[in-house]
């Protein structure tokens, strides 16, 4: 069949290349390419949990603003927990990141991987700004509407994003956000998802910086810094403390491997995904203690979530049959759609499927709109998915040359002067 030949066609290649979470990397090759599936499986849980935040906000009760308990303290909100999907991109990022460095040994890797790490954020997300901003532009997005349909008074923000339903339309706006503002002070107006690009980028420096300092010292010295710096993470950034865990694991990994027989294999798992579906102290979930600041992080969803991560992945890693089970052909096409998937569906869900909604509920039940609405969105997210991955794909091999030649200058440019000093 045509279409099982695209996906098992662009499976492999994914499989084959290094590819990114938030365009963090992943060595396709070998044991690891379980965890390009991984994200994929990620992505699509925050892609479920936004789509019933804002049509079923009843189904998540407390955590949509509403007195009933919903999925709120039951392991199954594991399967669309979008705020766990987000830890695990993050420990997920700091642990390629770090690895890849780790196994090539050269400093030149660390330099580079920093070096561009911003350009290869910013240059789909500033495509997702300025889509959303063009929707904005064509009165195409629906979210306010729909809203009172619904009862999501998330939906009728625009997820955060337009909170007073304020929001002017601005090309010069949207150019910011996505070049820049996402980055420096979580600007989120025109696609809410963006708020994890500060983080991700922060995030990814600390990774990067950690490496450079743990490379060369003793074993028991790199643990101690590594928790260590988790301990002072949050005096910057909570976010962080899932990016440490990463790159505490990749070392790990890099100087013992890992490897777990199916007992341990299966409680990891399985421990890590019922931790995965913690949302609120209640229910399976009373023992845990809410712990939060000031600023409003709630330290025990990061905690909790980021342990979660580390437990699936460590099963994942360590059990080379249990891993094999994310290799297929179409997990590994989702992982490779997971960055375009995350950035686009949130404009896709605000105006196409609010649009529709709105639309079936003029003549049908709310359960049958709801499920036409799901059965047209999800297919839509994976085709704009599957297209800006191409674009991300060229993106990202321009974004490697580009560094490429300026690292070979920089170099050249340090000889000359060092030899004109000598």
């Given at each position: 069949?045509?279409?099982?030949?695209?996906?098992?066609?662009?499976g492999r290649?994914?499989?084959?290349?290094?590819?990114?979470?938030?365009?963090?990397?992943?060595?396709?090759?070998?044991?690891l390419?379980?965890?390009?599936?991984?994200?994929?499986?990620?992505a699509?849980?925050?892609?479920?949990?936004?789509?019933?935040?804002?049509?079923?906000?009843?189904?998540?009760?407390?955590?949509?603003?509403?007195?009933?308990?919903?999925?709120?303290?039951?392991?199954?909100?594991?399967?669309i927990?979008?705020?766990?999907?987000?830890?695990?991109?993050f420990?997920?990022?700091?642990?390629?990141?770090?690895?890849?460095?780790f196994?090539s040994?050269?400093?030149?890797?660390?330099?580079?991987?920093?070096?561009?790490?911003?350009?290869?954020?910013?240059?789909?997300?500033?495509?997702?700004?300025?889509?959303?901003?063009?929707?904005?532009?064509?009165?195409?997005?629906?979210?306010?509407?729909?809203?009172?349909?619904?009862?999501?008074?998330?939906?009728?923000?625009?997820?955060?994003g337009?909170?007073?339903g304020?929001?002017?339309?601005?090309?010069?706006?949207?150019?910011?956000?996505?070049?820049?503002?996402?980055?420096?002070?979580?600007?989120?107006?025109?696609?809410?998802?963006?708020?994890?690009?500060?983080?991700?980028?922060?995030?990814?420096?600390?990774?990067?910086?950690?490496?450079?300092?743990?490379?060369?010292?003793?074993?028991?010295?790199?643990?101690?810094?590594?928790?260590?710096?988790?301990?002072?993470?949050?005096?910057?950034?909570?976010?962080?403390?899932?990016?440490?865990?990463?790159?505490?694991?990749?070392?790990?990994?890099?100087?013992?491997?890992?490897?777990?027989?199916?007992?341990?294999?299966?409680?990891?798992?399985?421990?890590?995904?019922?931790?995965?579906?913690?949302?609120?102290?209640?229910?399976?979930?009373?023992?845990?203690?809410?712990?939060?600041?000031?600023?409003?992080?709630?330290?025990?969803?990061?905690?909790?979530?980021?342990?979660?991560?580390?437990?699936?992945?460590?099963?994942?890693?360590?059990?080379?049959?249990a891993?094999?089970?994310?290799?297929?052909?179409?997990?590994?096409?989702?992982?490779?759609?997971?960055?375009?998937?995350?950035?686009?569906?949130?404009?896709l869900?605000?105006?196409?499927?609010?649009?529709?909604?709105?639309?079936?509920?003029?003549?049908?039940?709310?359960g049958?709109?709801?499920?036409?609405v799901?059965?047209?969105y999800?297919p839509?997210?994976?085709?704009?998915?599957?297209?800006?991955?191409?674009?991300?794909?060229?993106?990202?091999v321009?974004?490697?040359r580009?560094?490429?030649?300026?690292?070979?200058?920089?170099?050249?440019?340090?000889?000359?002067?060092?030899?004109?000093?000598?």
């Amino acid at each position: 069949m045509p279409c099982q030949g695209i996906v098992d066609s662009f499976g492999r290649a994914s499989a084959r290349r290094m590819t990114h979470l938030h365009s963090g990397t992943v060595q396709g090759s070998g044991r690891l390419s379980q965890l390009e599936g991984l994200r994929g499986l990620a992505a699509m849980m925050v892609v479920a949990w936004h789509f019933v935040w804002a049509f079923a906000p009843r189904q998540l009760g407390s955590v949509a603003g509403l007195p009933t308990s919903g999925l709120v303290g039951s392991p199954v909100a594991a399967s669309i927990n979008g705020p766990s999907a987000v830890a695990l991109f993050f420990v997920l990022s700091g642990f390629v990141l770090p690895l890849g460095i780790f196994r090539s040994g050269r400093i030149r890797t660390a330099v580079q991987a920093a070096a561009k790490r911003w350009l290869r954020l910013a240059g789909l997300s500033l495509v997702a700004a300025l889509c959303s901003y063009a929707l904005f532009r064509q009165c195409l997005c629906h979210y306010r509407e729909t809203a009172s349909l619904t009862g999501s008074e998330w939906l009728g923000s625009y997820g955060g994003g337009d909170p007073g339903g304020a929001l002017v339309p601005s090309l010069m706006g949207a150019l910011q956000e996505g070049l820049f503002g996402a980055f420096v002070h979580n600007s989120d107006a025109y696609d809410p998802v963006l708020w994890t690009m500060r983080h991700e980028l922060l995030g990814s420096f600390v990774s990067i910086a950690s490496v450079l300092v743990i490379w060369r010292i003793p074993q028991p010295m790199c643990g101690c810094i590594l928790a260590l710096c988790a301990v002072l993470a949050p005096v910057v950034d909570p976010w962080l403390i899932p990016f440490l865990v990463g790159t505490g694991l990749a070392f790990l990994v890099w100087r013992h491997g890992a490897k777990l027989g199916w007992g341990m294999t299966v409680v990891s798992i399985a421990a890590g995904f019922f931790l995965f579906g913690y949302l609120e102290p209640t229910g399976a979930y009373a023992a845990i203690p809410v712990v939060q600041d000031s600023a409003g992080y709630r330290y025990d969803r990061i905690l909790v979530h980021t342990l979660s991560a580390l437990l699936i992945m460590l099963g994942l890693i360590g059990n080379e049959k249990a891993s094999r089970a994310l290799r297929i052909g179409p997990l590994l096409l989702l992982g490779r759609l997971s960055f375009p998937i995350y950035l686009f569906h949130f404009p896709l869900l605000c105006s196409l499927a609010c649009g529709l909604f709105f639309t079936f509920q003029q003549s049908a039940p709310y359960g049958v709109s709801l499920t036409l609405v799901a059965l047209i969105y999800l297919p839509v997210v994976l085709i704009i998915g599957f297209l800006f991955a191409r674009i991300d794909e060229a993106w990202a091999v321009w974004v490697n040359r580009f560094t490429d030649v300026l690292l070979t200058l920089g170099k050249q440019s340090l000889a000359r002067i060092s030899g004109r000093m000598a």
